[in-house]
């Protein structure tokens, strides 16, 4: 790689590189404009107390960081924001709301993604969180102010004796394999609260179409 310093002022100006150059620096600048007007748009839907502090080593932050940190963190933030607005939409079916006295865990919480959208909808105090990566999970603690605990390899070896109104498993069960998936199920349909309800994610069926006869045949 040529030294900065070895650049001659005609090298810097070459047509091809300053149009390069400058096409970076628009693009930086789009950027960060489109974040800083999605951060506004959320502190208006969500409010004052939306936190937007996002952990280095999230890895669903990390799978969007090929481009800017700006451009990463609006895209992060706005799968935040559409999980939200899914999960309001299911809440509005099954008509449980979002009320004072509803207790919700968000287990495979990651870094915190939804978190930080169900802490404005719910006291903090309502809110526990779980996730097998205990530095997430104290990250989650701390910056968010929900109550926490840590999961376990094996459904069968995790012990907690709370029970909640809605338990989200967002991005979870796509991530298992078809062994893990029953014990999982048992689990926390254990750490529902009577007549509580639980929702969680998976690829979909049009996945199927992806995997091998012989993976279909196993299945």
């Known amino acids: 790689m040529t030294p900065a310093s070895d650049i001659s002022l005609p090298q810097l100006l070459a047509p091809g590189k300053l ?16 974040l800083g007007a ?5 502190k208006n839907e969500y ?16 799978w969007y960081a090929n481009g800017s940190p700006a451009q990463a963190q609006a895209t992060y933030l706005k799968t935040g924001d559409k999980n939200m607005r899914e999960l309001q939409t299911i809440m509005e079916q099954t008509g449980l ?9 968000d287990f495979g919480c990651g870094y915190g993604r939804l978190t930080r959208f169900l802490a404005t909808r719910l006291h903090r105090s309502q809110i526990a969180v779980s996730d097998i990566d205990h530095k997430a999970v104290d990250f989650v603690a701390s910056t968010f102010g929900v ?17 909640y109104d809605l338990i989200l498993a967002i991005s979870l069960f796509s991530h298992l394999p078809e062994v893990a998936w029953k014990h999982w199920l048992a689990k926390l349909y254990d750490l529902l609260a009577p007549g509580g309800a639980l929702v969680f994610t998976t690829q979909g069926p049009t996945l199927f179409d992806t995997l091998t006869a012989q993976t279909k045949t196993k299945a």
């Open 38 to 42: 999605l951060r506004r748009r959320l």
């Open 147 to 163: 109550s926490a605990f840590y999961s376990a390899t094996d459904a069968r070896e995790l012990e907690h004796a709370e029970t």
């Open 19 to 34: 149009r390069l150059r400058l096409s970076r620096m628009r693009s930086l600048v789009r950027s960060h404009a489109n």
């Open 97 to 105: 709301g979002f009320g004072p006295d509803i207790r919700l865990l």
């Open 47 to 62: 409010g004052s107390g939306l936190i937007f502090t996002i952990h280095p080593d999230d890895l669903m932050y990390l």
